[in-house]
């Protein structure tokens, strides 16, 4: 895929933004975004040709084994809601990064970095509240210390010829803008890092008002259960997610019935 040549990417993409101007159903899905008192749910209908699927830092290895484990397990789901995504012609990036210097040559890395830029708003000055989790030695779960192991995208995630890959949030918002996209859902890891903090990501995303929606199911946390508040990993990652829903954006679940 990351081979092929750019006049059959362009071929490709003509094909799909002539098929994009046809009329699509939209597709309806509960989200849930507790409050105070307690939690809310409510179901919203999507159009897809007004939507977006971005990948955090779905990397093809981490310093901590626990996280490769979990992301390793993580991969699978992955595939058929990128493939369902494709079907309905949403928009799906690609963000590993730090590791933009292996898709230089990519057409999926290129046709990005050519796009025209749409000027970002003024952010919007928005409460930052302390996550729930203490990640502050690093949150893993395993004897391993910090090095930088990723060089690439997991292997066990394709990227379609239509798809792009950036990890710098001004081109990601630049597309956004340019296509018409109104949705941005997030899915990857970590909940408690990177999914909130990068530059494509939910906070400064939301902060150029750009609607965010966390898949609940396509993400994980860095956290260690030896930190507070000491529960379970999964608890952890749980207690962050409903830390993003009341503080951020709803969450949806990727997987539907």
């Known amino acids: 895929m990351i081979a092929m040549n750019r006049r059959a ?39 897809p040709a007004e939507s977006a699927v971005i990948l955090c830092d779905m990397w093809d290895n981490y310093w901590c ?26 928009i799906i990036v690609h963000a590993p990064s730090d590791t933009m210097g292996f898709y230089a040559d990519a057409p999926q890395r290129r046709k990005m970095t050519e796009l025209a830029r749409a000027a970002a708003p003024e952010p919007r000055q928005l409460p930052d509240p302390a996550l729930p989790v203490d990640a502050s030695a690093g949150g893993c779960d395993t004897p391993d210390k910090f090095f930088r192991a ?24 630049s597309l956004l803008k340019l296509r018409g996209i109104r949705t941005l859902f997030v899915a990857g890891v970590h909940t408690n890092m990177c999914i909130p903090n990068r530059t494509f990501a939910i906070k400064q995303m939301t ?28 608890r952890g990652t749980e207690l962050v997610i409903e830390h993003i829903e009341r503080h951020w ?3 949806a679940l990727a997987a539907r019935g």
């Not at 990417?9 to 509960?30: D, Q, S, Y």
């Open 9 to 47: 990417l362009l071929t490709i993409a003509a094909a799909r933004a002539v098929t994009a101007t046809a009329a699509r159903p939209g597709f309806e899905l509960p989200l849930r975004a507790p409050t105070e008192q307690g939690a809310t749910a409510s179901r919203e209908t999507f159009n």
């Open 249 to 251: 954006c709803p969450s």
């Open 65 to 90: 084994k626990g996280a490769v484990t979990r992301v390793n397990k993580l991969v699978p789901r992955f595939v058929p809601v990128l493939d369902a995504g494709r079907r309905a012609w949403f």
């Open 207 to 234: 902060r150029w008002g750009v609607r965010c929606i966390l898949l609940r199911d396509l993400t994980d946390a860095m956290y260690d259960p030896a930190a507070a508040p000491y529960v379970s990993h999964d």
């Open 150 to 173: 990723w060089s690439r995208q997991h292997p066990g995630i394709a990227i379609d010829p239509a798809d792009f890959i950036s990890d710098k949030g001004e081109e990601v918002y």
